[in-house]
């Protein structure tokens, strides 16, 4: 088990690796949209838990297993014994014995790096409340097929300092990137992580001029799952830290902007933005499907 890859952060894989990644989930997405993508993995069975609600996570992980020619199996506490208090290291032994990858999408990222620790088999980090590395893939490989490599870049996230924001802190410097963070006071992301990358990672409080020359803007939403109470304190807290026109007109000529999904028109972008013709951020959605293949072939692969 001790020798077995995993996926929890984008420091699990070098920096050569990651690009290297990138470009197999470009030409996975040329594959598959030619009708020639090969079925590699038939009989592989990946396991996915789920343990915070999912859209983009679900339907990605499991239309892309199938394309692999695998099956992908959904886990719900409510559906097994992870629900009813069975520790997360025998729940760990017994699937991983009977799966051949498993993907978790939960709360601690604790949970995810013990389950990982007795897994036999991968895991791979579908969100937790630290990191979310697969959008963050998503992320690269949209910027890399509309605008060329990301490194020297200016990439300026606005808003909470949350898992994508922490997981954009790793980026900065597996991609060679400047980051430059804009949030409220109060919102800031990990002490030690902004400590541990500060020659390429800043606070810059004020949205406009942190979206200076920017080559690509970044958001989220204010109140992620399991802050739904703070919604109201959060609104009030983020006035001005909107990515739309006038915050865009700031950033350098051609700059892109991403949104994770589910995105709240007019609070944390504006409509115009979203509703754009131009926009990336359905690419940057369908490209989880194809950055998550990569990830569970390179996996797959490094541990058969």
């Known amino acids: 088990m001790a020798d077995t890859r995993h996926f929890l952060t984008l420091m699990d894989f070098s920096p050569t690796e990651l690009n290297t990644l990138i470009q197999r989930a470009i030409e996975m997405k040329q594959e598959h ?20 609600s999912s859209t983009r996570t679900r339907v990605s992980f499991e239309a892309g297993m199938t394309q692999l020619g695998g099956h992908a199996m ?25 799966v051949d990858i498993v993907m978790i999408r939960t709360f601690g990222h604790d949970i995810v790096e013990t389950f990982a620790a007795h897994s036999s088999v991968p895991v791979i980090n579908g969100l937790t409340d630290d990191y ?8 690269m490989q949209t910027y890399v097929e509309h605008r060329g490599s990301i490194a020297g870049k200016v990439v300026t996230w606005v808003g909470d300092g949350n898992n994508m924001a922490q997981s954009y802190i790793n980026a900065a410097r597996q991609f ?44 989220d939403v204010w109140a992620s799952m399991g802050q739904e109470a703070e919604q109201k304190a959060r609104e009030a807290a983020f006035v001005g830290y909107q990515v ?17 999904l589910p995105a709240h028109r007019g609070e944390e972008i504006s409509a115009e933005l979203m509703d754009a013709a131009d926009t990336v951020i359905w690419d940057e959605a369908e490209n989880r499907l194809h950055a998550q293949k990569a990830v569970v072939e390179t996996l797959l692969l490094a541990n058969s």
Do not use: W
């Not at 959904?74 to 009977?98: H, N």
């Not at 919102?187 to 690509?216: C, K, N, T």
């Not at 739309?244 to 994770?260: F, Q, W």
């Open 244 to 260: 739309n026109g006038e915050l865009m007109s700031r950033a350098a000529p051609g700059a892109l902007y991403m949104h994770c």
């Open 33 to 52: 949209r030619a009708g020639t993508g090969e079925r590699r993995f038939t009989g592989h069975v990946l396991g996915m838990i789920f343990e915070k």
């Open 176 to 219: 060679d990137f400047e980051l430059r963070i804009a949030c409220p006071r109060g919102f800031d992301p990990a002490d030690e992580l902004l400590q541990a990358h500060s020659d390429r990672v800043s606070i810059v409080r004020d949205p406009m001029s942190a979206a200076e020359g920017a080559d690509l803007v970044v958001t």
């Open 74 to 98: 959904f886990l719900s506490p409510d559906d097994t014994q992870l629900g009813r208090g069975e520790p997360i290291e025998d729940s760990a032994r017994v699937i991983s014995s009977m």
């Open 132 to 139: 979310h590395p697969c959008q963050l893939l998503a992320d």
